[in-house]
């Protein structure tokens, strides 16, 4: 009887140990996001997404997310999770501008993709190949984190009737586009977040960009700034979700699919926070400053801007092969899939607003 | 030696009894689409699902999808669901108007919210209550399923220049948009898809409508009919996932995390496939058939359409309260949001086409 029990506990214990990986590897992992834990809708998808992996896990994986309130490197996020600090991170890919050229292409650039049309061409027109391509070269994995759709163009004291208005004006806008308001005479400069309101307000610059009203309208912008610029420069503002090469490639098979599934399922929510967030913020600020006034620069503006940032993209791709090769299945793609735009979500809607002219 | 290796072997045992629900418990359902296996993008998303599950849970929560070439019961999917024959359904909540008129808003109506701003709805908007609500009554639960987007307004022999072009019109064109065209006095009919292209072929039709480039190019339309039009009758064309809610709530709370995790996800595919395959297509339709004209009817019949639509819903509605509910929550989320969008995603690629012109 003894022998039996033995011999039958020693089964047990077997026929459990060759049960799934899932039930017996812990995981303990952490995630670096560029922002602070508070700020929504961004931090919203890293959160949400460690929540759901650790229910989907029952327990067993879960995903520790620091803000940039404690890691105190909100551009650190690349080199922290290519160093294995954390196995994840959460950012936006034209922050390795600096790095990298081409991983502007990963997030947005000015006058290109609109969210549709950028997650089609990830997904189904090359995106994603060419975006691992570039990313291999750090031994990390980049997977789209959340887009904010189209930006607005900013907040400006004055209204810009023409080109002439942009010569020596001051505005702060990072990036691609400050590159190419520079070329169009903008006096560009960078400031930190915390003291944009006050630079507006006491006139040390003219002008900003932020995101749009789901954000914007916590930092007070429409209180003293009265034209509100519809966007050009940041049409699909697509974030990024980072992760250390070996680390996912030690993990278990099941939570490799748990975390290319939760990211993909946060991903297409912060885009839905973030409209429902400026649809509600929009009507807010309009309600409360009913002065607020949208503009969409001059045709001759915005002309010159389109040339200036193609200009731009063919100087970077005389100089970078692989700009150069993302650029041609950019334009390429672009070119196809708005002629489905047009006849499509935007005949749709232009229907509607000729009907309620 | 002996009595000390039998007790390890015994708490081994036990640690690994007490570990989480997922690895032990074998789940296996079934699931009904009210398509064939073969109607990409439609059954890629439940096909998608199933396998992403058999990963996430190592095979241990498995879904075997039906087609309706097995099931023989297209329509059938709410009935199937909710008698549990099968656990889970793929279809669409406009299938459900004759059961209760109110499901028709839990996937697109004529002139209703485009997807971003449906998806806004559903998830911040109170939809997701809404729809709920309206299922209760057949004890399954209802998730979004995978949007279309626009979907084009269909395929016409001749051009429709006024609204004296649609008297009489032999038209194939289901639901509510049905109803709108009988008020304007096309003779609406309903023929089944496979006989669709030799109505219009033989002229037992005039024209007809199904749902955009992607799945229209291979029911060979653009082959035999001159006018594609642009769309009005089904902006935002939500499929629908559906789950017997007893089989529900007797899931481990991980199956049930994993379910809806890649429920969302494999929604978010399917509005991208559906995107890419319709800029494919199109591309494809217009090189091979450079004659085919894209036509949007003009303001006249669009504003006949609108008034013809408002006087429907308003009759529904003074017959059903849940109706009007829905209605009412519709139409003031839309207009929120419609004033996001104008500014926003409209208002970029107008500004786009306007540098083309």
């Given at each position: 009887m003894r022998l039996v029990y033995r011999i039958s506990t020693a089964l047990v214990a077997l026929v459990l140990i060759a049960a799934p990986a899932l039930a017996v590897e812990k995981v303990r992992w952490k995630m670096a996001m560029s922002?602070?834990?508070?700020?929504?809708p961004f931090a919203t998808a890293p959160i949400e997404l460690a929540k759901i992996i650790e229910e989907m896990s029952g327990g067993d994986f879960t995903i520790r997310v620091e803000g940039a309130e404690k890691?105190?490197?909100?551009?650190?996020i690349l080199d922290m999770t290519k160093g294995g600090q954390y196995e994840m991170g959460h950012s936006a890919?034209?922050?390795?501008k600096g790095k990298?050229?081409?991983?502007v292409f990963f997030c947005t650039v000015p006058f290109g993709m609109n969210a549709d049309e950028q997650n089609a061409w990830f997904y189904k027109g090359g995106g994603m190949e060419l975006m691992q391509k570039t990313y291999d070269k750090f031994d990390v994995l980049s997977f789209p984190g959340g887009n904010t759709g189209v930006q607005m163009g900013g907040w400006f004291?004055?209204?810009?009737?023409?080109?002439?208005?942009?010569?020596?004006l001051k505005m702060r806008i990072p990036g691609l586009a400050g590159e190419v308001f520079a070329k169009l005479g903008v006096n560009v400069t960078n400031i930190a977040p915390g003291e944009l309101y006050t630079s507006l307000d006491r006139g040390t610059i003219d002008a900003l960009e932020w995101v749009g009203p789901a954000m914007d309208i916590k930092m007070g912008f429409h209180k003293i700034a009265p034209f509100y610029y519809t966007g050009w420069h940041e049409p699909a503002t697509e974030l990024q979700f980072l992760i250390n090469k070996k680390a996912y490639d030690k993990l278990p098979k099941e939570y490799q699919a748990m975390l290319v599934t939760a990211m993909k399922a946060v991903t297409a929510d912060l885009f839905i926070d973030n409209f429902a967030g400026s649809a509600d913020a929009w009507e807010q600020m309009k309600t409360e400053f009913p002065n607020i006034q949208v503009k969409t620069f001059p045709k001759e503006v915005m002309q010159a801007m389109k040339t200036a940032s193609d200009e731009l993209y063919d100087e970077y791709a005389a100089k970078d092969a692989s700009f150069k090769e993302v650029l041609d299945s950019q334009r390429a793609y672009t070119k196809k899939a708005r002629a489905w735009t047009n006849i499509s979500e935007y005949n749709y809607i232009k229907t509607l607003e000729e009907l309620a002219d």
């Open positions: 922002w602070s834990s508070t700020l929504t890691h105190k490197a909100a551009l650190g890919s034209y922050y390795w990298d050229i081409t991983t004291q004055k209204e810009i009737k023409g080109l002439d208005d942009l010569k020596g």
